[in-house]
């Protein structure tokens, strides 16, 4: 690994190669079938998937970067830092190793950093079958903005040099830039993305206010980001308080890398700092760009953003 890269770079080469392994442990649960489900609360389930590929993302990082102060989604019962070691990564990605640091992030200490996993995003639609909306989130935020972040998608199917290949990682960081996929125009007309898992009155009287063309139901934040990156769909809305800064700080970094937005339905960013409340209170709101962001702002009515708020 080349060490002359700065911290940032660094970690979210780091994390590109981590999340790959992690996708890998994801697939290995769901082949081996023994999915070992736990019921944290109401429709909110963890698998032994979840709870292995955490275990794999944070004993990497905090093994090579001790510093870090790193947040993951699973509470596990056991040691994070003992893990098998093949498990143990510590490749970074060479693509992602010769961008460009931006100025304002070339003195960041490991101290300074909130890194935000998300080991499993979208587990509801893994143990349903709904393996295409599975992705690994990791964010790095600095001074409570994220600034860099990796969505990996393990089921996603490619050819690559005449093989068939499984699963991709899309990353960003601020001002540097943004890959592993292919961007497009948004979509002529305006096509919301949303919950299929997760709905309730509120997500329901914010996607009809609006007046979209066509709204699609998928699951997890990281692949509704994607939706975005790539042109399926113009807005995310979720009226509802159900995401985390984990599903939130990777997909919002690549997100704004890619000149979109992320932020609560009432248009404020969420802060990503270690103390900050785990829950997004106020809902996700995030568009390919600033005009359709501020239009989708717009059309939230006041009772709404209240209910919300006295949740
Ligand atoms: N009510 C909820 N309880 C637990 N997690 C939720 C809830 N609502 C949303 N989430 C998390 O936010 C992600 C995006 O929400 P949705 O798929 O409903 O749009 C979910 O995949 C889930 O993350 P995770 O699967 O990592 O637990
Ligand atoms: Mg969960
Ligand atoms: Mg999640
Ligand atoms: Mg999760």
Same mark, same amino acid.
């Given at each position: 690994m080349s060490n002359s890269a700065p911290l940032i770079v660094r970690l979210l080469a780091s994390s590109v190669?981590? !999340?790959?392994?992690a996708g890998k442990i994801v697939r290995d649960v769901m082949s081996k079938g023994e999915l070992g489900i736990v019921e944290k609360g109401k429709d909110?389930?963890?698998t032994e998937a979840d709870r292995s590929a955490q275990k794999c993302i944070i004993a990497s990082l905090s093994a090579q970067y001790p510093k870090l102060c790193i947040i993951g989604e699973e509470d596990n019962p056991d040691n994070e830092t003992e893990v098998p070691s093949d498990w143990l990564i510590v490749d970074a990605d060479k693509e992602v190793l010769l961008l460009n640091c931006p100025d304002s992030l070339l003195g960041v200490k490991e101290e300074d950093i909130v890194v935000w996993v998300d080991p499993l995003d979208g587990t509801a639609e893994y143990t349903q079958g709904f393996l295409e909306h599975v992705t690994v989130l990791i964010?790095? /935020?600095?001074?409570?903005?994220?600034v860099a972040g990796v969505i990996h998608q393990p089921y996603y199917k490619s050819i690559v040099d005449g093989e068939k290949k499984l699963g991709r990682t899309i990353w960003g960081l601020q001002e540097a830039g943004v890959? @592993? +996929?292919?961007s497009a125009a948004p979509p002529d007309s305006l096509i919301i993305t949303t919950t299929r898992s997760h709905s309730n009155p509120l997500v329901e009287k914010a996607l009809q206010v609006?007046? /979209?063309?066509?709204?699609?139901?998928?699951?997890? !934040?990281g692949y509704k980001v994607l939706q975005l990156l790539e042109g399926q769909a113009s807005v995310y809305? +979720? !009226?509802?308080? @159900?995401?985390?800064?984990?599903d939130t700080c990777g997909p919002e970094a690549i997100l704004s890398a890619a000149g979109g937005k992320l932020t609560d339905i009432v248009g404020n960013f969420y802060k990503y700092g270690a103390s900050e409340s785990r829950p997004n209170k106020m809902g996700v709101l995030a568009a390919v760009n600033d005009d359709l962001h501020k239009y989708a702002i717009s059309k939230i009515p006041q009772e709404l953003k209240e209910a919300l708020a006295n949740k």
């Open positions: 190669s981590v !999340a790959n392994r909110d389930y963890q964010g790095i /935020a600095v001074n409570e903005k994220p890959g @592993g +996929f292919s609006m007046e /979209a063309s066509q709204i699609l139901r998928v699951g997890g !934040a809305v +979720f !009226a509802s308080p @159900g995401c985390k800064k984990w």
